[in-house]
């Protein structure tokens, strides 16, 4: 009897464990977290931007400032001498970034949040142009595009031309999603603090980024499109001053510091291994021009000595030679050490400045392209590329003979150039559209005669998407890095 009851006791305890069970649910889920992506697009966002644009900062110090030639290298200089190779560091990330941005924009559509939706359009403008400008046919319409129902292992390579038809498309969307008159606000926005008028001028003066570079292969369509967003304000406003530029500005500490620093942990001996290239120092001398003291730091040797100066390096010596070059490190002018220690606001990331808009407008009156004034749109623009940086303007500079505008397009190029100075591959490109300034040229060593113009394709390409990258290859040229990209030819 006793022992039965115990065998009672204990089958009711375990019924009630499995009822206990069957209504009672642990959760381990902290309500204070962002669980769905779909229901905070804002980290997406943020993630979007800090990705892509931390890419363009690492590659324009360590690869576009040498192919524009604001920098040149003392050590290890293969670079410097055209061994470019794939890049394939540079192409994963900018394709991680457009893989982000179109998840964004697939949310915001589905939510019909129209403000994220727009962003997400101008980011991928802004990155898209970057990939096919230094790859040529690249991978864009069904990048990205992959679902689970729908696999797409090998993406077309689409043209350059189908590209840049997409990139204005995309702009010409975003602006009109902007131009509502109650938007919703988006948060997560680390470029312009969720401002959206700032996104809607961005847009606009990308698009005349992205006109002005079909100027030889296209004219016509760029006029047209220039003279579309230019004749109207109203509904195509555009940057207006240096408060409305694309940029990232940095804080103090990590993990939000500039990548390029001391805070970041970028070593001091890889910054020392850059050094300011003649070839802008020249353009900057030619013009007495203050910002040569700005980027540069007089040489070690000439301070030491009691009198500092600038001195450029050479770009394009094999190595050895180049270490000694003008008697060595301690004869070569460093980058602004500011920029390594990180002076507040010193050195930010720059996606695009009013200055060149206003130079962009310049060429554009030059041309004959827009009702305008190409002296008065280039003063703007030389104005605002050097108080960027905070420093003074000098009272003559916009009516001395060497730096006032010559009505040439050499001379708006010039600026252009000086404007662009460390901004992704920006400096460089625009010296492949036009070939100025025309002292950007192959360094003694170089291994090839010829400036080059392009990136060739990750070599897992040739792996992974053979056939698309072929009839890439079959369209464009060989894959080297001389092949001219279709804007070029």
Not at 430 to 455: K, L, M, V, W
């Amino acid at each position: 009897m006793k022992k039965m009851f115990k065998h009672s006791v204990l089958l009711i305890g375990l019924l009630l464990a499995v009822s206990a069970c069957d209504s009672f649910e642990v959760s381990n889920e902290n309500p204070d977290v962002a669980l769905s992506i779909e229901n905070n697009p804002e980290l997406l966002l943020t993630n979007i931007q800090r990705s892509a644009v931390n890419n363009m900062v690492g590659s324009a110090w360590s690869e576009g400032n040498l192919m524009a030639q604001y920098g040149a290298r003392i050590v290890f200089t293969e670079f410097d001498l055209f061994n470019w190779g794939d890049q394939s560091g540079t192409w994963n990330g900018l394709y991680l970034s457009i893989r982000d941005a179109r998840e964004l924009q697939a949310i915001a559509s589905q939510k019909a949040h129209v403000s994220y939706e727009a962003v997400s359009l101008i980011m991928q403008a802004w990155i898209g142009q970057i990939l096919t400008d230094m790859w040529g046919d690249v991978p864009f319409s069904e990048a990205a595009a992959a679902t689970a129902e729908e696999p797409v292992f090998t993406p077309a390579y689409d043209t350059q031309e189908a590209i840049y038809n997409q990139l204005l498309e995309n702009l010409e969307k975003a602006n009109t999603l902007l131009s509502a008159a109650y938007l919703p606000n988006i948060k997560g926005d680390i470029i312009f603090n969720g401002n959206l008028d700032k996104w809607r001028r961005f847009a606009n003066s990308l698009h005349l980024r992205v006109a002005m570079r079909l100027s030889k292969v296209k004219p016509t369509t760029a006029q047209a499109e220039i003279t579309k967003v230019f004749g109207n304000a109203a509904q195509y406003p555009i940057m207006a001053s240096n408060s409305d530029n694309a940029v990232l500005k940095y804080l103090s500490a990590r993990p939000n510091a500039h990548p390029i620093t001391e805070e970041s942990t970028y070593r001091s001996g890889s910054y020392n291994e850059y050094r300011i290239s003649e070839t802008v120092e020249g353009v900057l001398r030619s013009f007495n021009d203050p910002r040569l003291a700005f980027w540069a730091d007089p040489t070690a040797n000439s301070v030491a000595a009691g009198s500092p100066e600038i001195s450029g390096m050479q770009n394009g010596i094999v190595d050895g030679p180049a270490y000694e070059y003008k008697g060595g490190d301690a004869f070569l002018s460093k980058f602004n050490s500011d920029f390594f220690f990180f002076a507040p606001n010193r050195n930010e990331a720059r996606l695009m400045q009013y200055a060149e808009v206003a130079f962009i407008l310049s060429e554009a009156a030059f041309r004959g392209w827009i009702a305008a004034d190409a002296t008065q749109w280039y003063n703007r623009g030389v104005e605002a590329a050097i108080t960027y940086w905070g420093i003074p303007m000098p009272g003559d500079y916009l009516t001395a003979q060497e730096s006032a505008f010559n009505n040439t397009l050499e001379r708006i190029m010039q600026q252009k150039y000086l404007a662009l100075f460390y901004t992704d591959f920006q400096g460089f490109i625009e010296f492949r559209r036009t070939g100025f300034p025309t002292t950007i040229q192959p360094g003694p060593d170089a291994f090839y005669s010829t400036y080059p113009s392009r990136f060739e394709y990750p070599s897992k390409e040739e792996a992974l998407n053979a056939e698309s990258r072929q009839a890439a290859i079959s369209r464009q040229g060989p894959d080297e890095i001389t092949t001219k990209v279709w804007w070029e030819k």
